[in-house]
């Protein structure tokens, strides 16, 4: 058979091998730091190995969750600071993993690009193993998908697959009671949900990402970009001491959705909304949109990222523990007999 000279490659196709390898190259380091016990296995392989017995654990209870960073993205694309939307990716899986108590373990992410680009898609990456480094997760492996005809050149999108365990026995909620009482551990922000309407306020405002910020030093998109805050070292501490009973990450759906996820059949939440100040951002939102508190409240974390439900008698003990792991907390309320959450006082 005669070989063909000069024929059709996957590079004219708009795929590039190549530098998908390079890729690879380029984060084994960034992998690497992110290494812990029960880690079998490097980038490169066909999946990741872990060895649940190497890390500690008797008679484990698995534990996944997946999530992306949602329109988040859109601002970090047009901006050109994708650096921190890799450490959203992470903490939108492991905040949900400690919601049920267990300890992140390892995760693995998917990258789908129209052209990859080199520079931009190792800072992201090496966003994503900052957010393992700071949640004591190991990055095992990923996808690296070069999609032309499905995304245009210069956007992407990403996902993320993380895996912990516990102790069978251990699951959360357990035992949340009428009298438990509700902290609260301050957002770092918008976090990564409902930048769909962030967007169209922004677009309502008439301002740019590149215009200064209404409530805080820098540039509306730079801000607007804050990394969501990783809770997971300051929450599995304080599990230790015992006394939670239950853990509600506040995402889509702000703390009128979120919080009853946790409360059993005939137990309701009450808060007040005096408890804690309304971040910049947020006011902001609610102001230049004309948002009704009760919106705020249902599609925002409103400035409360993390909600940790605890005994009564142990409550003064965790909120210590949790201020000393450098979190701000705020005693919000607590769990009434009814059903949802209702509210007291006035945010706005």
């Known amino acids: 058979m005669t070989e063909r000279q000069n024929g059709i490659t996957y590079a004219d196709a708009g795929v590039d091998i190549d530098a998908g390898n390079a890729l690879v190259e380029r984060i084994k380091p960034a992998a690497k730091r992110t290494n812990r016990a029960g880690v ?8 990741g190995l872990f060895d649940l017995k190497a890390a500690g654990f008797s008679d484990p209870v698995l534990v996944a969750a997946t999530d992306g960073v949602g329109t988040k993205l859109r601002i970090a694309i ?25 300890e992140p373990l390892f995760f693995l992410d998917y990258f789908a690009t129209g052209k990859l680009e080199l520079e931009q898609a190792t800072r992201i990456i090496e966003g994503i193993a900052r957010g393992c480094e700071g949640s004591g997760c190991a990055l ?13 050149k210069d956007d992407f999108d990403l996902a993320g697959f993380a895996v912990g365990a516990m102790e069978r026995g251990t699951e959360l909620p357990a035992h949340v009671a009428e009298g438990d009482v509700l902290l609260g551990l301050a957002s770092d922000g918008v976090h990564s949900n409902g930048y769909s309407l962030v967007r169209r306020i922004v677009e309502m405002s008439g301002l740019g990402w590149t ?46 959705e979120n919080l009853p996820r946790v409360l059993p059949e005939g137990l309701g939440a009450e808060i007040d909304l005096g408890a804690w100040q309304l971040p910049g951002v947020f006011r902001w939102l609610a102001e230049t949109g004309n948002m009704a508190e009760a919106e705020l ?51 706005l």
């Open 40 to 47: 079998m296995s490097g980038l490169g392989g066909f999946g």
């Open 78 to 102: 047009d901006t050109g600071h994708v650096d921190g939307v890799g450490v959203d990716l992470v903490a939108m899986c492991v905040n949900d993993l400690i919601c049920q108590g267990a």
């Open 140 to 152: 095992i492996g990923g996808e690296t998908a070069e999609m032309p005809g499905m995304y245009p």
């Open 211 to 256: 215009d200064a910020c209404p409530w805080a030093e820098g540039s509306l998109g730079e801000v607007l970009l804050t990394p969501t805050r990783l809770y997971v070292r300051p929450v599995l501490a304080a599990l230790q001491a015992g006394g939670i009973h239950g853990l509600a990450h506040i995402t889509g759906g702000g703390l009128t």
């Open 297 to 347: 409240l249902k599609t925002f974390n409103s400035g409360i990222g993390m909600i940790v439900v605890v005994a009564a008698d142990e409550a003064e003990a965790i909120e210590g523990a949790l201020r000393e792991a450098g979190e701000t907390v705020h005693r919000l309320g607590q769990v009434v007999p009814g059903k949802g959450v209702t509210y007291r006082g006035r945010l």
